[in-house]
Each structure stands twice: as C-alpha cells, then as structure tokens.
C-alpha cells in the first residue's frame, strides 16, 4: 500500500529525527533533584518518571492511525551517589533484558494497575515501605494519564477524530479491539522507555494479541486486510526512535518478539497471527521487531516455509527455539512446567521466564582463554593431557570470581521501576518492586563464549603433543610466544587438525566435557538476592570485545594466540557455531555437532550461527529444503538456532560504498542492524563468516 511505503520511508529517513528537543538540563539533573530533596530511591524513581512525562510533547502526524513519537532526549536514569557516597558501590541493574505482561496492560489498562494499587495500599497501611512504593505507582500512572490526555487533546486539535477518541481509551482504559491493542502497546513502550527501562521485549506477541484480532475478524469489524495493515504501521512505529536507542549501534534495542510454541496447558498455541507476523514482517523489511519462532518435532511444514521466506530477505530473523528442549531444559533447572512453557527470549536470545526479574547477561566466561591459560600452563609444568584438562575448570572460575563479586556485594540495592512492576503479575498486591523482592525467582546468566575456539585448541594439543608426539612443549609454547610468526608450518600443521563442527569424535567428547566443566563451575555462585547462575552457550558481543583491543573491556583480559593456530587479533568463535574458517561437512554435521550438549544444564541459552547464501532461497523448492533443515535442527536435539542470509561481494560493496547500501540489514550477534551504521570490527566479523551453499 502507498501510504504504508511512504511511512515506511520518512521512518528511514529519519523524519521523526525532527521533533526531538533538547532537555532543560537544569531541571533534568535527578540525581542533584533526589539530592537535594532527600528523596528515596522509590521516591527518586517516580520523580524521573513524572518529569519525563511532563517534559514530553505530543506529536500528531496527519493520517497516522498509530500514535507516539518520543521527543525527549536522552533515555532517563538516576544516579545517588552524591547523596550516599558508599551507595554508588552497591546500585545494582535496572530493569531490562525483560518483557512486561503487556496483557495485563490489554487487560485492564494503566487505570486498572492503579486502582489495584490502590486496594493494595488499603492492605499496607502498617508496612512503610510498601505504602511508598505503591504510592509511587499511583503517582506515575497519574502522571501517564496527564501525558496521554494531552496527546488526546493534541488529535483533537489536529482535527484527528478517530485518533483522539481511541487515545482517551486506551492504554488508560482495557483495549476493546484489534487496533486498541496496537495502540496501546505503543503508548505501553513509549512510557517505560521514557523511564530508565533498557532492551524492552514485546513478550508473546501472538499470544496476548490474538484474542483481539480474532474476535475483531469474527464480528467483521476488520478484514484480513485491514489487520494486516494496522499491524505494518505498528511494525513501521516501532522503528521511528531508533536513534535514541543506546548500544553498540540504532538496532540493538530489545524489542524482540516471540511467536508460537504451547500455552501454559501444553497446547500448540500457533494461531492465524503467528503466520500474519511472519509475513507482515517480511513485507515492512525493517529490523524491528525482531522476530523469534519456537518451533517443535510438530510445528507444521507451512509455518516453517513462511519462516524461511522471511530469512530469505536477509533481516538476520527469525530465530528458532526448539521447545522440546528448551522447556525440559528450564524445568530441570527448577522453574515450574506451566511458568516454562510461558517463556520468551531477551534482547538477543537469552530465556526469560514471566514474573521474576533474571538478569540473563550478567556474565560471560572466555572459554577459549581459560583452555588457553590451562594449555600453557600445563605444557610449561610438563603436565599429561589430563593435567592440562584439570587446569581449566580453575581457570574458568577465576574468571567468574572477577565478574561476580560486583553481583554478590553485600547490601547491593536493586533501582526501582514502579510502572514496569505495576504490568507484572503480583508486584502490586505484595506492595514490593520487582526489582526488589516483588518478583519469583532471581537468577544470573553466564555466557560461555568462544567454545569451539577453545575445544579446536585442546584437540590440537591432544593429538599434537600427547598422541602423535609430532610436537614438543616447548615448541608449542615458542609459536605461541612469537604469535607463530617463528613457526608458520607449526600453524599450517594445525589447519589439519580436527575441528568442532564435523561430528568428529575427537572433538566432541571435548565439547561436552568443556561445557560440562562450565556449567558445573557456576554450581556454587549464588546472587544477593538468592538466586542461581544459568549457563549458556551464547556470546553476544564478547567475541569482539575478548580479542580486539579497540573494542577491549576492563572486566575481560583480551585473548593472544592460541593453540588452535589463531592468532592475536583473529576472532574467537561466536556463540554456537565453528572457528572462523573452518571448512565443516554441512549444516546436518554442525546440527550433529551441537545437538550432543546437555542442555537441561545449559538454560540461558545461545544459537547455533550458521550463514546460508542467497541460493538457499532461490525459489518454492528451496524454501522446502530450507523447512526440513529446521526439522533436521528439531530432531537433532539442538537449543536455538539462527540462520541468517550471506553475500560477501555485496557487503564488501557496501563497505566501499555506504551510501548505495542504506537499506542493507544483517545479523550481528542476537540483534540485526544495518551493515552500514555497524563499527569496521563488526563489519569485517560478518564477512569473515562461512556461508553454507544450497
């Protein structure tokens, strides 16, 4: 449709960019205001609410049937530490990584919440502390109300009828249809992103969104059509802030979107707007939503195809999840079946389960360098195989023990976010904060990145040194010293070694045993507030920031070469997938590979990467094969899987020409971003990537 195309187009080319106003920093200085008022942090946090909704201007664009557009910059937070100096040592994370029940907000709308404030603060009346949290509920919902007043008022004026009336519904009020929920949703994520929310899901989209549609299509109160269109300009919405979004680059921003899989009953819970999200997504051809698929040994032929024509334009989605591990996987771990078979993802692909507030990227563990730290120090003591095998869970551990000392810091203090509690089950009625005890489980997740990398290296050695006895310690130790640049053959001899992801032997019984020493390295580390840490196969941006020194964080130490005949500077493996460069059999041998690892241990979760060419999706036929890959990934036994698209030539164009590439999106690790806008070291990863032929 040509209105939807030209909404489509002025959001790329940054038309919303122009209602942006600068803040009053006088009165936008929170952490001075919470200072110099002697406020809480409860109170704090309703105070950076209230100002950033009184700061925000309606805008009303003619013809718009879907409004918001944020005009505030940038994203609020606050900060105590010239109120409390010891406090800045023990402020914890904000909310984020998680999905509110935008259902709930569906439900009963932002009124709803308050009024259930309201009868819980009847309950309070003796408990200081819970009657000034949800006093402060109430007061950011107040404060809401007068924003989303104002943008009524704003249609009105505009001459907007239809718009106007459908604001003073909703999000204050229950949505009563199809195109409310939209609109609600909209406001639902403007709001908490003008708080200090980060990397906010979409949930269950499907799920919480299709009782409407469907009610809406049975009555005849839409068509197909009509719906189809509302959810496009809703998809089109949800691409307008991007330049405020915080992060490696406009994309990393967390509106993630899960389709499909069971109800909480164990039902197959795919419906009509599971498909028309597939589609609706392929036809906007923007990066957001991203869009995720759970999928099992059932999921139907025709969903899996529609899957596969939206990879085919090369957006980096949709992931896939594999509920029939995925699910066994959680409960295992100790969250109840009904709560499991709810889950979603994060921003990337991390588990996240309703009612708690997990932090699924808490962590993350360069496996390669503890099998590195092992492998020299072993060689170096003239230890056996077995010897060096020992010295890598020590290794691990002292890496974890540098990371989560910050998370198990007595009297850690948790920032409250009352609107985001306010959507999730239960805050409200026990009067507590999710982010401070108003939620049911606390877990931390630990990424184990650069697992191949690590198991090539300790295959190398093994067959090298101890089986072959083809090389010396000490020689091994000198290449490593010169960075091979004093043993080139050593390197190449290295090439022929066997390598993750060739259903070999020789290396997988060490890609188990490596993950199985993570996770029970993690065994004993435990939260402040309680909870457990979830290992994972995921690496998200640790494979750039573990080897390149522009991109080095202080909390990694950056990984030299390895016995794996990489060297410094090159890239360790991203998440589930091979070392860069190495030459594997085929998808079914990676599957093969991959689909051996525990995973009732490993629930944080983490893709298999695998880059397909543009010949996969060359017609009908091959958007079949590209169907059974994915019940070839399901019956494998595998957790996640993300296929992405790969053109080597045109993203090598793109580089040299940016700007006749302004559109091109690809998959950077659990997000998708455009090619262009990405930082040189994340450009050159991507095309380094192998892509497997159809």
């Given amino acids: 449709m040509e209105r939807l195309a030209e909404l489509r187009e002025q959001t790329r080319a940054g038309f919303y960019r122009r209602f942006r106003q600068p803040r009053p920093d006088a009165d936008f200085d929170f952490r001075r205001r919470a200072t110099e008022e002697k406020l809480s942090l409860t109170r704090a946090a309703e105070m950076v609410y209230r100002r950033m909704f009184a700061y925000e201007t309606p805008v009303i664009v003619p013809g718009e049937r879907i409004a918001y557009t944020r005009t505030v910059i940038p994203c609020a937070t606050v900060a105590f530490d010239e109120r409390d100096p010891e406090l800045a040592d023990r402020v914890g994370h904000q909310i984020e990584n998680l999905s509110p029940d935008w259902g709930l907000l569906l439900a ?9 404030a309201r009868r819980a603060l009847a309950e309070h009346t003796a408990e200081a502390n819970k009657r000034e949290w949800l006093e402060t509920v109430i007061g950011v919902i107040d404060a809401a109300e007068d924003l989303v007043n104002r943008y009524a008022v704003a249609a009105r004026q505009a001459g907007e009828a239809d718009l106007a009336e459908r604001v003073a519904r909703v999000p204050m009020g229950p949505a009563t249809s199809f195109h409310d929920a939209l609109q609600s949703l909209r406001f639902g994520i403007g709001l908490l992103r003008l708080g200090p929310v980060g990397h906010l899901g979409l949930g269950r989209f499907d799920q919480y969104m299709w009782p409407f549609l469907k009610r809406d299509l049975a009555a005849g109160l839409l068509t197909d059509t009509d719906a189809r269109e509302l959810l496009a300009e809703f998809f089109i919405a949800l691409n307008r802030d991007a330049d405020l979004y915080f992060g490696v680059q406009q994309g990393d921003n967390g509106q993630s979107l899960m389709l499909g899989g069971c109800d909480r009953d164990g039902r197959c819970a795919v419906n009509s707007l599971t498909r028309m999200v597939l589609d609706v997504s392929r036809e906007v051809n923007l990066i957001d939503p991203k869009i995720n698929l759970r999928v099992d040994a059932n999921t139907p032929d025709d969903l899996l195809v529609a899957a596969a024509r939206l990879t085919a334009k090369g957006l980096g989605f949709p992931q896939f999840c594999n509920d029939d591990v995925v699910i066994p996987g959680l409960v295992a771990f100790g969250y109840p079946l009904e709560t499991a078979r709810d889950y979603t993802v994060a921003a990337c692909w991390e588990f996240v389960l ?6 699924p990227n808490a962590l993350a563990c360069n496996l390669a360098l503890a099998t590195d730290d092992a492998i020299r120090e072993g060689l170096a003591a003239g230890e056996t195989f077995d010897g060096i095998l020992a010295r890598v869970k020590p290794a691990m551990r002292r890496q974890i023990d540098s990371m989560i000392a910050w998370w198990i810091r007595p009297g850690q203090v948790f920032p409250p976010d009352p609107l985001f509690s306010a959507l999730v089950p239960g805050c409200v009625e026990r009067g507590a904060d999710l982010n401070q005890s108003g939620g049911t489980h606390y877990n931390l997740g630990c990424h184990g990145a650069g697992s191949s990398s690590a198991v090539d290296a300790l295959a190398a050695v093994r067959e090298l040194v101890f089986e072959r006895n083809e090389v010396t310690p000490e020689r091994y130790l000198a290449a490593l010293a010169s960075d091979y640049r004093d043993d080139p053959a050593l390197r190449e001899r290295i090439r022929h070694c066997p390598k993750t992801g060739n259903d070999d032997e020789a290396t997988n019984d060490l890609l188990r ?49 390895t016995a794996d005949g990489r060297v410094a500077g090159d890239y360790i493996s991203s998440s589930l997938s091979p070392a860069p460069g190495t030459r594997v059999r085929g998808l079914l041998s990676v599957f093969a590979t991959y689909g051996q690892l525990d995973y009732r241990r490993l629930v944080n979760g983490g893709p298999i990467t695998a880059e397909l060419s543009d010949t996969y999706f060359a017609d009908s036929d091959s958007l079949e094969k590209v169907a059974q890959l994915l019940h070839a990934f399901v019956r494998s036994g595998c957790q996640q899987l993300q296929l992405n698209t790969l053109n080597p030539g045109l993203l090598r164009d793109a580089q040299r020409h940016p700007d006749r590439h302004r559109d091109l999106v690809v998959r950077v690790w659990g997000w998708s971003g455009y090619f262009v806008e990405l930082a040189p070291a994340y450009q050159n990863q991507i095309i380094g990537r192998q892509a497997f032929a159809g």
């Fill in 354 to 359: 309703p009612g708690g507030r997990d932090i």
């Fill in 513 to 561: 045993w490596v993950f199985d020493e993570f996770a029970d390295a993690l065994l004993t580390y435990r939260s402040v507030r309680g909870g457990r840490v979830r290992p994972g196969t995921g690496s998200a941006q640790a494979y750039v920031e573990m080897t390149q020194p522009e991109h080095a964080k202080p909390w990694f130490r950056l990984l030299g070469a």
């Fill in 108 to 116: 009963e709308g932002l009124a709803g919440r308050r009024e259930a």
